[in-house]
């Protein structure tokens, strides 16, 4: 068996209206059938193989999550997963002006 480098994804999370976070993970050349993706409340864990390699990373979230109701899309063109996980709790937020 060959031993494939690990390597961690590009990941972005951001909240989107208090409600949930929208997380896009960057998994390019991969197949949507080699992506393991597992949450809790309080983060989640990718792994993604591809031929030569496999992308793996566990990120937390400051905020919890519910783990049933989270949501994907695989863009598989793009090397894009798309999560949508909804907060346990919306958080209210108040907007801070730059000056």
Same mark, same amino acid.
């Given at each position: 068996? %060959?031993?494939? /480098?690990? !390597?961690?994804? +590009? ?5 989107? $209206?208090?409600?949930?976070?929208? =997380?896009? %993970?960057?998994? /390019?050349? !991969?197949?949507? +059938? ?5 949450? $809790?409340?309080?983060?989640?864990? =990718? ?53």
């Amino acid at each position: 068996m %060959v031993k494939r /480098p690990l !390597v961690a994804p +590009e990941v972005c999370a951001h909240y989107h $209206s208090g409600k949930k976070y929208e =997380i896009h %993970v960057r998994l /390019p050349q !991969v197949k949507k +059938e080699n992506i393991e993706l597992n949450f $809790s409340k309080n983060g989640f864990c =990718i792994k993604a193989q591809r031929d030569d390699l496999v992308f793996a990373t566990c990120r937390s979230l400051d905020v919890p999550v519910d783990p049933n109701k989270v949501k994907t899309k695989y863009y598989d063109v793009e090397g894009l997963l798309e999560i949508v996980a909804p907060l346990l709790k919306p958080i209210k937020t108040k907007r801070i002006p730059i000056r």
